[in-house]
């Protein structure tokens, strides 16, 4: 009885704000746009300068750990300072509740364009995504941090540019989270194991995100066992042999450059 009762209050704690809601004495809900594990993030309008931004709530069931985490993604994203990365507007703490603002990017994700769209990405095209992916990726690395959740419902297609958002896990190269002293154990490892801060945890997961285009364009055949992706895709050797080495099956990528010299050289290889 306990467990479903407090599974009713963390659910009535994150029941989200219905529009027209004024956040801050400013920014009026226009909708709520995504649901995380750790925030909840708003279309709304800056009423002071008429201006759409996204408004992410420190998840209010997380309790000190949201609050943690959306401190820490605004000390990274007030850094990045990144045409194609959203802008950071606003903090607010009102209440007991934390509030980021940044730019609001009206698009869509790639997640949308794959399996609500049907979008077909060729390997061309699947290169070409990926090296404008890399231009934001090695900025944010150059900056001194990692990602890691560079999935595609974190890329957005808006005007034909792609713009990498939510920073919510991200953390600086080379250390474990800052909240390591404050969690308990269970979950700081969990965020510590499951995504460690280096590069070679970003490149891994363009490498999924990479399959995620490619296998777009994929038609299974009936009655086939599904294969690994290496035997059901269609590939050049070139963009083979780079996804083997973003999966570590072949010699891992140390630097984000050698990744990039791989991708414009199987670019070329296309276009002879």
Known sequence: MYK????????????PLQEGTLIGQRYRVIAQIGVGSYGITYYCLDEREQRKVAVKQAKPSKKRIGQILL???REIIAKLDH????????????GRSLWLVTDYVKGQTLEDMIFGEGRIFRERDTVEWTLQLMDRVQHVHHKG??????????????????YLIDFGLAQPIGDGPPVKQILKQTVTHSLTSRKPANIQSDLF?????????????????SG???????????LSKQLRLILRRLFGEDEPYQHCSDFVADLHGSLAWLES
């Open 4 to 15: 479903k009762w407090e599974r009713f209050v963390r659910a009535w704690t994150d029941y």
């Open 71 to 73: 401190a820490r993604e």
């Open 83 to 94: 045409p194609f990365i959203p802008t950071y507007r606003d903090y607010i703490q009102e």
């Open 145 to 162: 941090f990692v990602h890691l959740d560079l999935r595609i419902p974190n890329i957005v297609i808006s005007e034909g540019n792609l």
């Open 205 to 221: 997961d363009i490498g999924h995100l990479m399959l995620f285009m490619l296998y777009s364009s994929f038609t299974p055949e």
């Open 224 to 234: 086939v066992m599904e294969r690994h992706w290496s035997e059901e895709l269609k």
